[in-house]
């Protein structure tokens, strides 16, 4: 079969990576966006050499005929329910009832196959679509990150400059956290994209630190040593943001509230990956912890 990669998400952040990825790679990519999607980013899309098709995603006859003659559909739709778990089965069923071979959901996050149901609202939506899509007849690959590199550079109690403080759950001071940039991440998944055959789960991490390795980085990097600092139980960390949830159902209705952050910190803590996929593809290089701290 002739390479087309349809990327859906191909105007936000990582979408159009992937799709700059693919284009050097002279790969045909086919990019579907919504009617109201911003024009300067279908511009700046179709500069790059992606053929754009603006359209209503509810419209199951355009969301066939936009996977005509596709090889592998990458989701890179950022949402709630009404995306991760509504729209994405829109374009898996017409991704089935066009006859594409494979399928790589929005999933880009810790590896949440290992955590219970309940911790992480964004992730319980991607478990939620993973049912439908274990039971379609094509071939899905998940593409496990970690977090994303940059979250190191917002000072989240993982790594706050400001503070010089490292914070760690449990007993977890050595538990290595997985890190992957934006740019690493969207150059894996373009080559799992243009595979014939990929397993059901592929892990990778730019890095991987644990909260003592960011203590000793502190002091090579920032110039000065930062204190770890035990935040307690990882049950208590849980009970936490459960509160904090139910206090807050205002953020429900928002992608990242202040309680769905505090999950993917709780996420980091609670797994991390035993083994990686990096060296699958040999000409791909990973961004050192020194470049993202
Ligand atoms: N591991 C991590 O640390 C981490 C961090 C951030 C993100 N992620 C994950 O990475 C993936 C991509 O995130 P991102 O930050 O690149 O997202 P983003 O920049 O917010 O882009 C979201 C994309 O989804 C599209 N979209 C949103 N709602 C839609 C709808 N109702 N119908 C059709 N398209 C819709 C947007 O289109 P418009 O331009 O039309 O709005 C845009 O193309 C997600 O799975 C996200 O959870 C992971």
Request: aromatic share 10%; net charge negative; with cysteine.
């Amino acid at each position: 079969m002739q390479k087309l990669i349809l990327v859906a998400g191909a105007t936000g952040n990582l979408g159009r990576k992937i799709c700059r990825e693919l284009i050097h790679k002279n790969i045909p990519v086919r990019a579907i966006v919504r009617e109201e999607s911003e024009q300067d980013k279908i511009d700046s899309l179709e500069k790059m050499g992606v053929d754009v098709f603006q359209l209503n995603f509810s419209n199951e006859q355009e969301l066939i005929g936009a996977c005509a003659g596709v090889s592998c559909v990458i989701s890179v739709l950022a949402g709630l329910q009404e995306v991760i778990v509504d729209t994405q089965t829109k374009l898996l069923n017409a991704a089935v009832a066009a006859g594409v071979p494979r399928f790589i959901p929005s999933d880009f996050s810790t590896d949440f196959t290992l955590m219970p149901k309940g911790e992480n609202r964004n992730f319980d939506l991607r478990m939620e679509f993973h049912e439908k899509l274990d039971k379609s007849p094509i071939q899905a690959t998940s593409i496990f990150n970690g977090a994303f590199a940059d979250i190191l550079r917002y000072n989240t109690p993982v790594f706050n400059v400001p503070q010089k403080t490292v914070a760690y759950y449990g007993d977890k001071a050595d538990w290595k956290i997985d890190f992957t940039t934006m740019d690493d991440t969207a150059a894996f998944t373009a080559e799992v994209a243009i595979e014939v055959n990929t397993p059901r789960y592929l892990r990778i991490a730019s890095f991987q630190v644990s909260p003592n390795d960011l203590v000793h980085l502190s002091e090579q990097e920032k110039g000065s040593k930062f204190k770890l600092v035990d935040m307690g139980s990882m049950e208590g960390f849980s009970a936490y943001n459960k509160m904090q949830r139910a206090a807050h159902p205002e953020g429900e209705d928002e992608l990242y509230p202040k309680w769905q952050q505090s999950q993917y910190v709780y996420s980091m803590f609670a797994a991390h990956h035993m083994r990686l996929d990096n060296d699958r593809y040999k000409e791909l290089s990973w961004s050192p912890v020194e470049a993202n701290i």
